[in-house]
């Protein structure tokens, strides 16, 4: 069992910058790929980024390559995800999410986080 907790959410305005952390107990978390997921009022929840179990791979969803950059510290059992240029339409629950494979779509997740609410604000 991993219990992940995210924090660093917030309301800001466009083009400014937010840190999200995640927290990992339980489950050794160098045989964990990690991601993050976000969603929307009324929308699915989508993929944002994730990482491999060194963090030397990384993966980004379209509309967030080049401003979203999400790194771990395998010491700290930590993930971030730095965001920068923060748009209208980032505005959503942000959650972490971990798995033994790589968690690039939800059916891959095996453990989700309680969500962050990030709001940007124009």
């Known amino acids: 069992q991993v219990t992940l907790v995210e924090s660093g959410g917030g309301l800001v305005q466009a083009g400014d910058s937010l840190r999200l952390f995640c927290a990992a107990s339980?489950?050794?978390?160098?045989?964990?790929?990690m991601g993050w997921f976000r969603q929307a009022p009324g929308k699915e929840c989508e993929f944002v980024a994730t990482s491999s179990r060194s963090g030397g791979s990384t993966k980004y969803a379209d509309s967030v390559k080049g401003r979203f950059t999400i790194s771990r510290d395998n010491a700290e059992n930590t993930v971030y995800l730095q965001m920068n240029s923060l748009k209208p339409e980032d505005t959503a629950v942000y959650y972490c999410?971990?798995?033994?494979?790589?968690?690039?779509?939800?059916?891959?997740?095996?453990?989700w986080g309680q969500g962050t609410q990030v709001t940007v604000s124009s």
């Open positions: 999410a971990a798995g033994s494979r790589t968690v690039d779509v939800t059916r891959t997740v095996d453990y």
């Open positions: 339980g489950r050794s978390f160098i045989l964990l790929s």
